[in-house]
């Protein structure tokens, strides 16, 4: 009988001791859960980078409006004889076709998680080398003028010259927001744009009818070149994915439309009449015209994260 009361006694306190351990290590488990979002974020929370790639840069250069006005004195004999002047634009507005190239680019920004949410939000600087060219070679703009000449007051003519348009380099600093997906995110920002944009307008040469006579006057063909920067707003779109936690690829598209100034250009001439000794002319060439630009960008760059 007491043998058989202690086999019970002990196999209740093994049962005990079983239920026991089992307990404390549901215990431990409940104690210390992952919840289901810390499992899927597979890169990290935070950080900074720094990124180099190539893309393609697309930039439309619209429709352009150009004027020129030559002022003139007209010589002979060393005689102030006459003064003129002609201008006009071109007519139609000249058009140029769009520029695309490759673009090396570089960037460097930040991004973080917002709480314990899938959102992410950051900023970058991204600098693309636009390496964009259009031009339209010998313009001809028609220069309606007159002249205190008293054999003729007619001083119509035509100015001629190359003109051309750079885009070159582009910086765009965009605040974004994102959403994770996988093994990155996806972004779309808004910011600012600011490209770097040339003008050349060169073999400039105004011709004017000297009693029916299309005749240079300004002599020796100029050219003129001007670089300003334009700002405007940038919108941006696109796709992160890691490599590992130190390495991601970038796939981006961004668009801007700088607003860039009017060039102005004055330049002063003078100049014999060809074929004539006795004939000559000096003044000024003047000229103006708009850089109605935008750009595209599509980079894939290769990003550092610390």
């Known amino acids: 009988m007491f043998r058989q ?15 026991s351990v089992s307990a404390e290590e549901v215990h431990e488990i409940q104690k210390s859960p992952q919840s289901p979002s810390s499992e899927e974020w597979s890169f990290p929370e935070t950080s900074i980078f720094l990124g180099i790639g190539l893309g393609t840069s697309i930039v439309s250069y619209d429709t352009q409006y150009l004027y020129n006005l030559g002022l003139s004195r007209i010589y002979k004999n060393d005689e102030l004889v006459a003064i003129g002047g002609a201008d006009g634009p071109a007519m139609p507005d000249p058009t140029f076709p769009a520029s695309k190239s490759l673009a090396p680019a570089g960037q460097i920004g930040f991004y973080s998680r917002y709480k314990d949410s899938f959102w992410i939000y950051g900023a970058k600087a991204t600098y693309s080398f ?97 670089s300003r920067l334009g700002f405007g707003v940038a919108l941006s779109a696109g796709v ?52 109605d630009i935008s750009t595209n960008t599509i980079l894939l760059t290769l990003n550092w994260a610390f």
């Open 5 to 19: 009361f202690s086999l019970g006694l002990v196999g209740s306190m093994v049962a005990i001791c079983s239920t």
């Open 240 to 291: 992160t994915y890691f490599l590992n936690d130190s390495l991601f690829l970038d796939l981006n598209y961004t668009y801007s439309k700088p607003n860039v100034a009017e060039l102005n250009i004055a330049s002063p001439y003078k100049n014999p009449a060809e074929g004539s000794s006795d004939l000559g002319f000096e003044g000024t060439l003047v000229g103006s015209a708009t850089r």
């Open 130 to 226: 636009l390496n964009s060219y259009s031009n339209r070679e010998v313009l001809a703009i028609p220069q309606y003028g007159t002249s205190t000449d008293q054999s003729t007051n007619s001083f119509d003519g035509t100015s001629y010259n190359t003109y051309s348009i750079d885009a070159k380099n582009q910086f765009t600093f965009m605040p974004f927001i994102g959403r994770k997906h996988s093994k990155g995110y996806f972004y779309a920002g808004a910011g600012l744009g600011l490209t770097d944009v040339q003008v050349n307008v060169d073999d400039v040469v105004g011709y004017a009818l000297l009693n029916g006579v299309e005749t240079d006057i300004s002599g020796e063909a100029q050219n003129f070149s001007d």
